[in-house]
C-alpha cells in the first residue's frame, strides 16, 4: 500500500472518531437540557382556574370530589391548580355546608396521613393560625384568595431522598369559616423540597386538630 493511500486511511479513521465524539457530546447536552432546562418549558406547566362557579360545574372538574358530598351542598366553588414536571398547587374556596365541609376536610387529610407508613417520611399533624403558608407554590396566587386568620388544620409529610437531606414535601392546609360558610384549601407537592430540617419535624398531638364548627 502506498504511503498516499495509508495517509488517507489514517485521516478517515480521525474523521470518524471526531464524529463519535462530536456525537456523543451531543447526546449528553441533549440529557442535560432535558433534566434541567425542559422543566421550565411552557408545554410542562399545566394550569386550570373556575372562578365562583356552582357544585354542578365544579364536580365535572373536580376528580377528587367526596362520595358523600352532594352537589347541591356546594353553593359556589373557586378553584386553581398549578403543575409542572416536579410539582403542584391547589388553592380552593367553597362556599358549602358545615356538614359537608368536615367530610371535605376529613377525604383531603386522610391521604396524606397515609404516607406516615412510607420509610423515609415524617408526619406531623398540627394546626396554625391563618393564612396559611403558600410553602413553595406552583403558580401564581389566585386574585381570589383571601383566607381569613383562623385556626387552621395542617398535615404535612416529608418524604426524604435516601442519603440527602432533602425529599418530597407534601401539605393540606384547611379551615372552614363558620361566618361565611367558606371552606379554604390549600395543598402543595414539590421535589427537593425541605418543610423541616431531618429529624426535627414540629411536635404536635393529635388532639389539637380543629374540628368544623357548626
Given at each position: 500500500?502506498?504511503?498516499?493511500?495509508?495517509?488517507?486511511?489514517?485521516?478517515?479513521?480521525?474523521?470518524?472518531l471526531m464524529a463519535f465524539y462530536v456525537a456523543i457530546v451531543a447526546i449528553f447536552l441533549f440529557v442535560i437540557a432535558l433534566l434541567f432546562v425542559l422543566p421550565s418549558i411552557e408545554w410542562f406547566d399545566h394550569t386550570r382556574e373556575l372562578i365562583n362557579v356552582s357544585g354542578v360545574d365544579a364536580k365535572e372538574v373536580i376528580s377528587d370530589w367526596p362520595d358523600t358530598v352532594e352537589v347541591s351542598e356546594?353553593?359556589?366553588?373557586?378553584?386553581?391548580?398549578?403543575?409542572?414536571?416536579d410539582s403542584s398547587s391547589r388553592w380552593l374556596c367553597l362556599k358549602i355546608s358545615p356538614a359537608a365541609a368536615g367530610v371535605w376536610i376529613d377525604s383531603k387529610h386522610r391521604p396524606e396521613s397515609e404516607w406516615a407508613n412510607e420509610p423515609n417520611c415524617e408526619f406531623v399533624e398540627?394546626?396554625?393560625?391563618?393564612?396559611?403558608?403558600l410553602q413553595r407554590q406552583t403558580g401564581t396566587t389566585p386574585e381570589w384568595w383571601r383566607p381569613p386568620a383562623i385556626r387552621y388544620r395542617a398535615t404535612e409529610v416529608m418524604l426524604w431522598y435516601e442519603g440527602y437531606d432533602s425529599g418530597v414535601g407534601r401539605a393540606t392546609y384547611s379551615a372552614f369559616d363558620p361566618q361565611t360558610e367558606q371552606l379554604w384549601i390549600y395543598e402543595y407537592a414539590a421535589q427537593?423540597?425541605?418543610?423541616?430540617?431531618r429529624g426535627h419535624a414540629p411536635v404536635a398531638q393529635r388532639s389539637d386538630i380543629p374540628g368544623v364548627e357548626q
Amino acid at each position: 500500500m502506498s504511503d498516499a493511500a495509508d495517509h488517507a486511511r489514517r485521516r478517515f479513521r480521525r474523521r470518524v472518531l471526531m464524529a463519535f465524539y462530536v456525537a456523543i457530546v451531543a447526546i449528553f447536552l441533549f440529557v442535560i437540557a432535558l433534566l434541567f432546562v425542559l422543566p421550565s418549558i411552557e408545554w410542562f406547566d399545566h394550569t386550570r382556574e373556575l372562578i365562583n362557579v356552582s357544585g354542578v360545574d365544579a364536580k365535572e372538574v373536580i376528580s377528587d370530589w367526596p362520595d358523600t358530598v352532594e352537589v347541591s351542598e356546594v353553593k359556589a366553588c373557586s378553584m386553581k391548580s398549578s403543575s409542572t414536571i416536579d410539582s403542584s398547587s391547589r388553592w380552593l374556596c367553597l362556599k358549602i355546608s358545615p356538614a359537608a365541609a368536615g367530610v371535605w376536610i376529613d377525604s383531603k387529610h386522610r391521604p396524606e396521613s397515609e404516607w406516615a407508613n412510607e420509610p423515609n417520611c415524617e408526619f406531623v399533624e398540627r394546626t396554625l393560625i391563618g393564612p396559611p403558608p403558600l410553602q413553595r407554590q406552583t403558580g401564581t396566587t389566585p386574585e381570589w384568595w383571601r383566607p381569613p386568620a383562623i385556626r387552621y388544620r395542617a398535615t404535612e409529610v416529608m418524604l426524604w431522598y435516601e442519603g440527602y437531606d432533602s425529599g418530597v414535601g407534601r401539605a393540606t392546609y384547611s379551615a372552614f369559616d363558620p361566618q361565611t360558610e367558606q371552606l379554604w384549601i390549600y395543598e402543595y407537592a414539590a421535589q427537593h423540597d425541605l418543610l423541616w430540617d431531618r429529624g426535627h419535624a414540629p411536635v404536635a398531638q393529635r388532639s389539637d386538630i380543629p374540628g368544623v364548627e357548626q
